[in-house]
């Protein structure tokens, strides 16, 4: 997603949107030097209120010098995925204000003044507090109770305390899912997982079904009676 103009004002929604980031998260720099624009990974660190944004460095071993293009008053391009909300990116203009090296090397920019977001999902989800058993699909070995944040007929987003789990699901592993709905039925559902993320409390996995939709969509039915 490119930022074509500058466009001003921050709605209550986009307010919103940018404090639902948690530190510790990765997100995406575009920033300009003199020979190129460079898109590169880093760290959301936090913000003051709305006086200032501030990132971690990015590492310059992996990413080559950056000196250029992290100037004081200079333009950058932030994009964040916010995983735990309704899986958009935003993508905001902010300029630098001053870099630190000690005790730590951080970017202090400016707040934004705007920003655009982009739904990443081919499909809506619904937000959800469901409880759900994991089992591995080949083993039926159990692996872990999660919750499940967000479903749709797809695929689902779900979380995991770090301090309660023993066993991780694994990356394109194959798994059940046993769902309880509003009449006491158990439902399976068989998915993959197609990706994991972490703060500093739970970890989070995407998962996409592989069951019929047929099935997905009778225990969405199910599940709304149970959400009101």
């Known amino acids: 997603m490119i930022i074509l103009e500058d466009k001003f004002g921050l709605t209550n929604e986009d307010f919103k ?7 510790g998260r990765p997100l995406d720099l575009q920033l300009t030097t003199a020979t190129s624009v460079k898109r590169v990974r880093t760290e959301f660190v936090g913000m003051d209120g709305t006086r200032c944004m501030i990132f971690r460095y990015p590492d310059e071993g992996k990413w080559g010098s950056l000196g250029d293009g992290i100037l004081k008053d200079k333009a950058m391009v932030a ?18 204000i001053h870099v630190t090296t000690k005790p730590s090397h951080l970017i202090f920019t400016t707040f934004p003044l705007a920003i ?3 739904d990443l999902r081919a499909e809506p989800r619904t937000k959800t507090r469901i409880t759900m058993s994991m089992f591995d699909a080949n083993s039926d070995s159990a692996i872990c109770d999660t919750v499940v944040l967000d479903i749709s007929v797809n695929g689902c987003r779900m979380s995991i305390d770090k301090e309660v789990v023993d066993a991780r699901p694994k990356l ?3 798994v059940k899912m046993y769902f309880v709905t509003s009449n006491n039925n158990r439902v399976t559902l068989t998915g993959t997982i197609m990706n994991s993320s972490s703060d500093e409390v739970c970890l989070y996995y995407g998962v996409k079904f592989e069951s019929p939709k047929e099935d997905v969509n009778q225990l969405l039915q199910d599940l709304m009676l149970v959400m009101g």
């Open 17 to 23: 949107k940018i404090r639902s980031m948690r530190p």
């Open 79 to 96: 994009r964040y995925i916010l995983e735990d909300d309704t899986g958009e990116i935003i993508a905001f203009k902010v300029k630098v």
């Open 116 to 118: 655009q977001r982009h």
């Open 172 to 174: 394109k592993q194959v």
